[in-house]
């Protein structure tokens, strides 16, 4: 549909600001109610089939619950199923790209490609400082000195301050990913940023995932096909052998997993 940067010729000035006026959100209580009325939901149906719910059915709960307009979706722009699943019951849902600054230019190409063929509103997120100026405050590279840091102004901050009027997000973690995922539920209260958190595609694996994208024609990075199973910033992405762990090539040479964002 469209992307939308409205910050480009501001970006220290406060730069994630949703794409268009949000609606009324409705209090904490009640949505934390509408998060256990939506697991028991969930959870009923579950075993009346005698399977989890499905993405789609996840999404559906949600449209049935919230607006368009009270929603996110994070997308790293590695691949774009989970906007493509969530837009088709949510179209000009907002879909928030974290533009660090240190992107691969294919990461950036698969943005542009998500905004053009998916009923979708992408927002990037800035930090509040350009790589430029936090070189000048915290010296360069400071991904490789200190990545919890970088990944900290960069990647968590604005993501809090983005999802500030939203009631729910939706992400694209998956139990596969690594231990610290192995428990991700479908719908849970996200008690750091204040909102619902819902995780459709939490039991696929990344072969359904890469299934669904060519299925449904769904843009994907194509550093997917080069050896990046996992894709993050430039600077801390390397490519991992077939059959390796896919996460294994983010801080390759470091004790880091994980950039903050869903701890
Ligand atoms: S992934 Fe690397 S470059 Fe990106 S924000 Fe984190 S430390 Fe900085």
């Given at each position: 549909?469209?992307?939308?940067?409205l910050?480009?010729?501001?970006?220290?000035?406060?730069?994630a600001?949703p794409a268009?006026?949000?609606?009324?959100?409705r209090?904490a209580?009640?949505l934390?109610?509408?998060v256990e009325?939506?697991?028991?939901?969930?959870?009923?149906?579950?075993?009346?089939?005698?399977?989890?719910a499905?993405?789609?059915?996840?999404v559906a709960?949600?449209?049935r619950?919230?607006?368009a307009g009270?929603v996110a979706?994070?997308?790293s722009?590695?691949?774009?199923?989970?906007?493509e699943?969530?837009?088709q019951?949510l179209p000009?849902v907002?879909?928030l790209?974290?533009d660090?600054g240190?992107?691969?230019?294919?990461?950036?190409e698969?943005r542009?490609?998500v905004?053009?063929a998916?009923?979708v509103?992408?927002v990037d997120?800035?930090?509040?400082s350009?790589v430029?100026?936090q070189?000048?405050l915290?010296g360069?590279?400071l991904f490789?000195?200190?990545p919890n840091?970088?990944?900290?102004?960069?990647?968590?901050?604005?993501?809090?301050r983005?999802?500030?009027?939203?009631?729910?997000?939706?992400?694209g973690v998956r139990r596969?990913?690594a231990p610290?995922r192995?428990?991700?539920?479908?719908?849970?209260w996200?008690?750091?940023n204040?909102?619902?958190?819902?995780?459709?595609?939490?039991?696929w694996s990344y072969?359904?995932?890469m299934?669904?994208a060519?299925?449904h024609?769904?843009?994907v990075?194509?550093?997917?096909?080069?050896?990046?199973p996992s894709?993050g910033?430039?600077p801390?992405?390397?490519?991992?052998?077939?059959?390796?762990?896919?996460?294994?090539g983010?801080?390759?040479t470091l004790?880091?997993?994980e950039?903050g964002?869903?701890?």
């Amino acid at each position: 549909m469209s992307a939308t940067n409205l910050n480009a010729d501001k970006h220290a000035a406060a730069s994630a600001a949703p794409a268009r006026p949000l609606p009324p959100r409705r209090p904490a209580a009640e949505l934390q109610a509408l998060v256990e009325a939506g697991s028991a939901e969930l959870a009923a149906a579950a075993a009346a089939t005698g399977r989890e719910a499905t993405a789609a059915e996840v999404v559906a709960w949600v449209a049935r619950n919230f607006s368009a307009g009270s929603v996110a979706v994070a997308c790293s722009m590695a691949d774009a199923v989970l906007p493509e699943i969530v837009s088709q019951q949510l179209p000009g849902v907002d879909v928030l790209f974290l533009d660090t600054g240190y992107h691969f230019a294919e990461t950036y190409e698969t943005r542009d490609a998500v905004a053009s063929a998916l009923p979708v509103t992408v927002v990037d997120v800035l930090p509040l400082s350009t790589v430029p100026e936090q070189d000048a405050l915290h010296g360069t590279e400071l991904f490789a000195r200190d990545p919890n840091s970088c990944c900290a102004m960069r990647k968590v901050e604005p993501l809090q301050r983005s999802l500030g009027g939203y009631e729910l997000w939706f992400t694209g973690v998956r139990r596969d990913e690594a231990p610290t995922r192995a428990d991700t539920p479908l719908v849970t209260w996200d008690e750091r940023n204040g909102l619902v958190k819902v995780n459709p595609v939490a039991a696929w694996s990344y072969d359904e995932l890469m299934q669904y994208a060519i299925d449904h024609h769904v843009p994907v990075n194509v550093l997917l096909n080069q050896g990046y199973p996992s894709i993050g910033c430039a600077p801390c992405t390397q490519p991992v052998a077939a059959g390796a762990d896919p996460r294994s090539g983010r801080w390759a040479t470091l004790e880091k997993t994980e950039c903050g964002l869903h701890l």
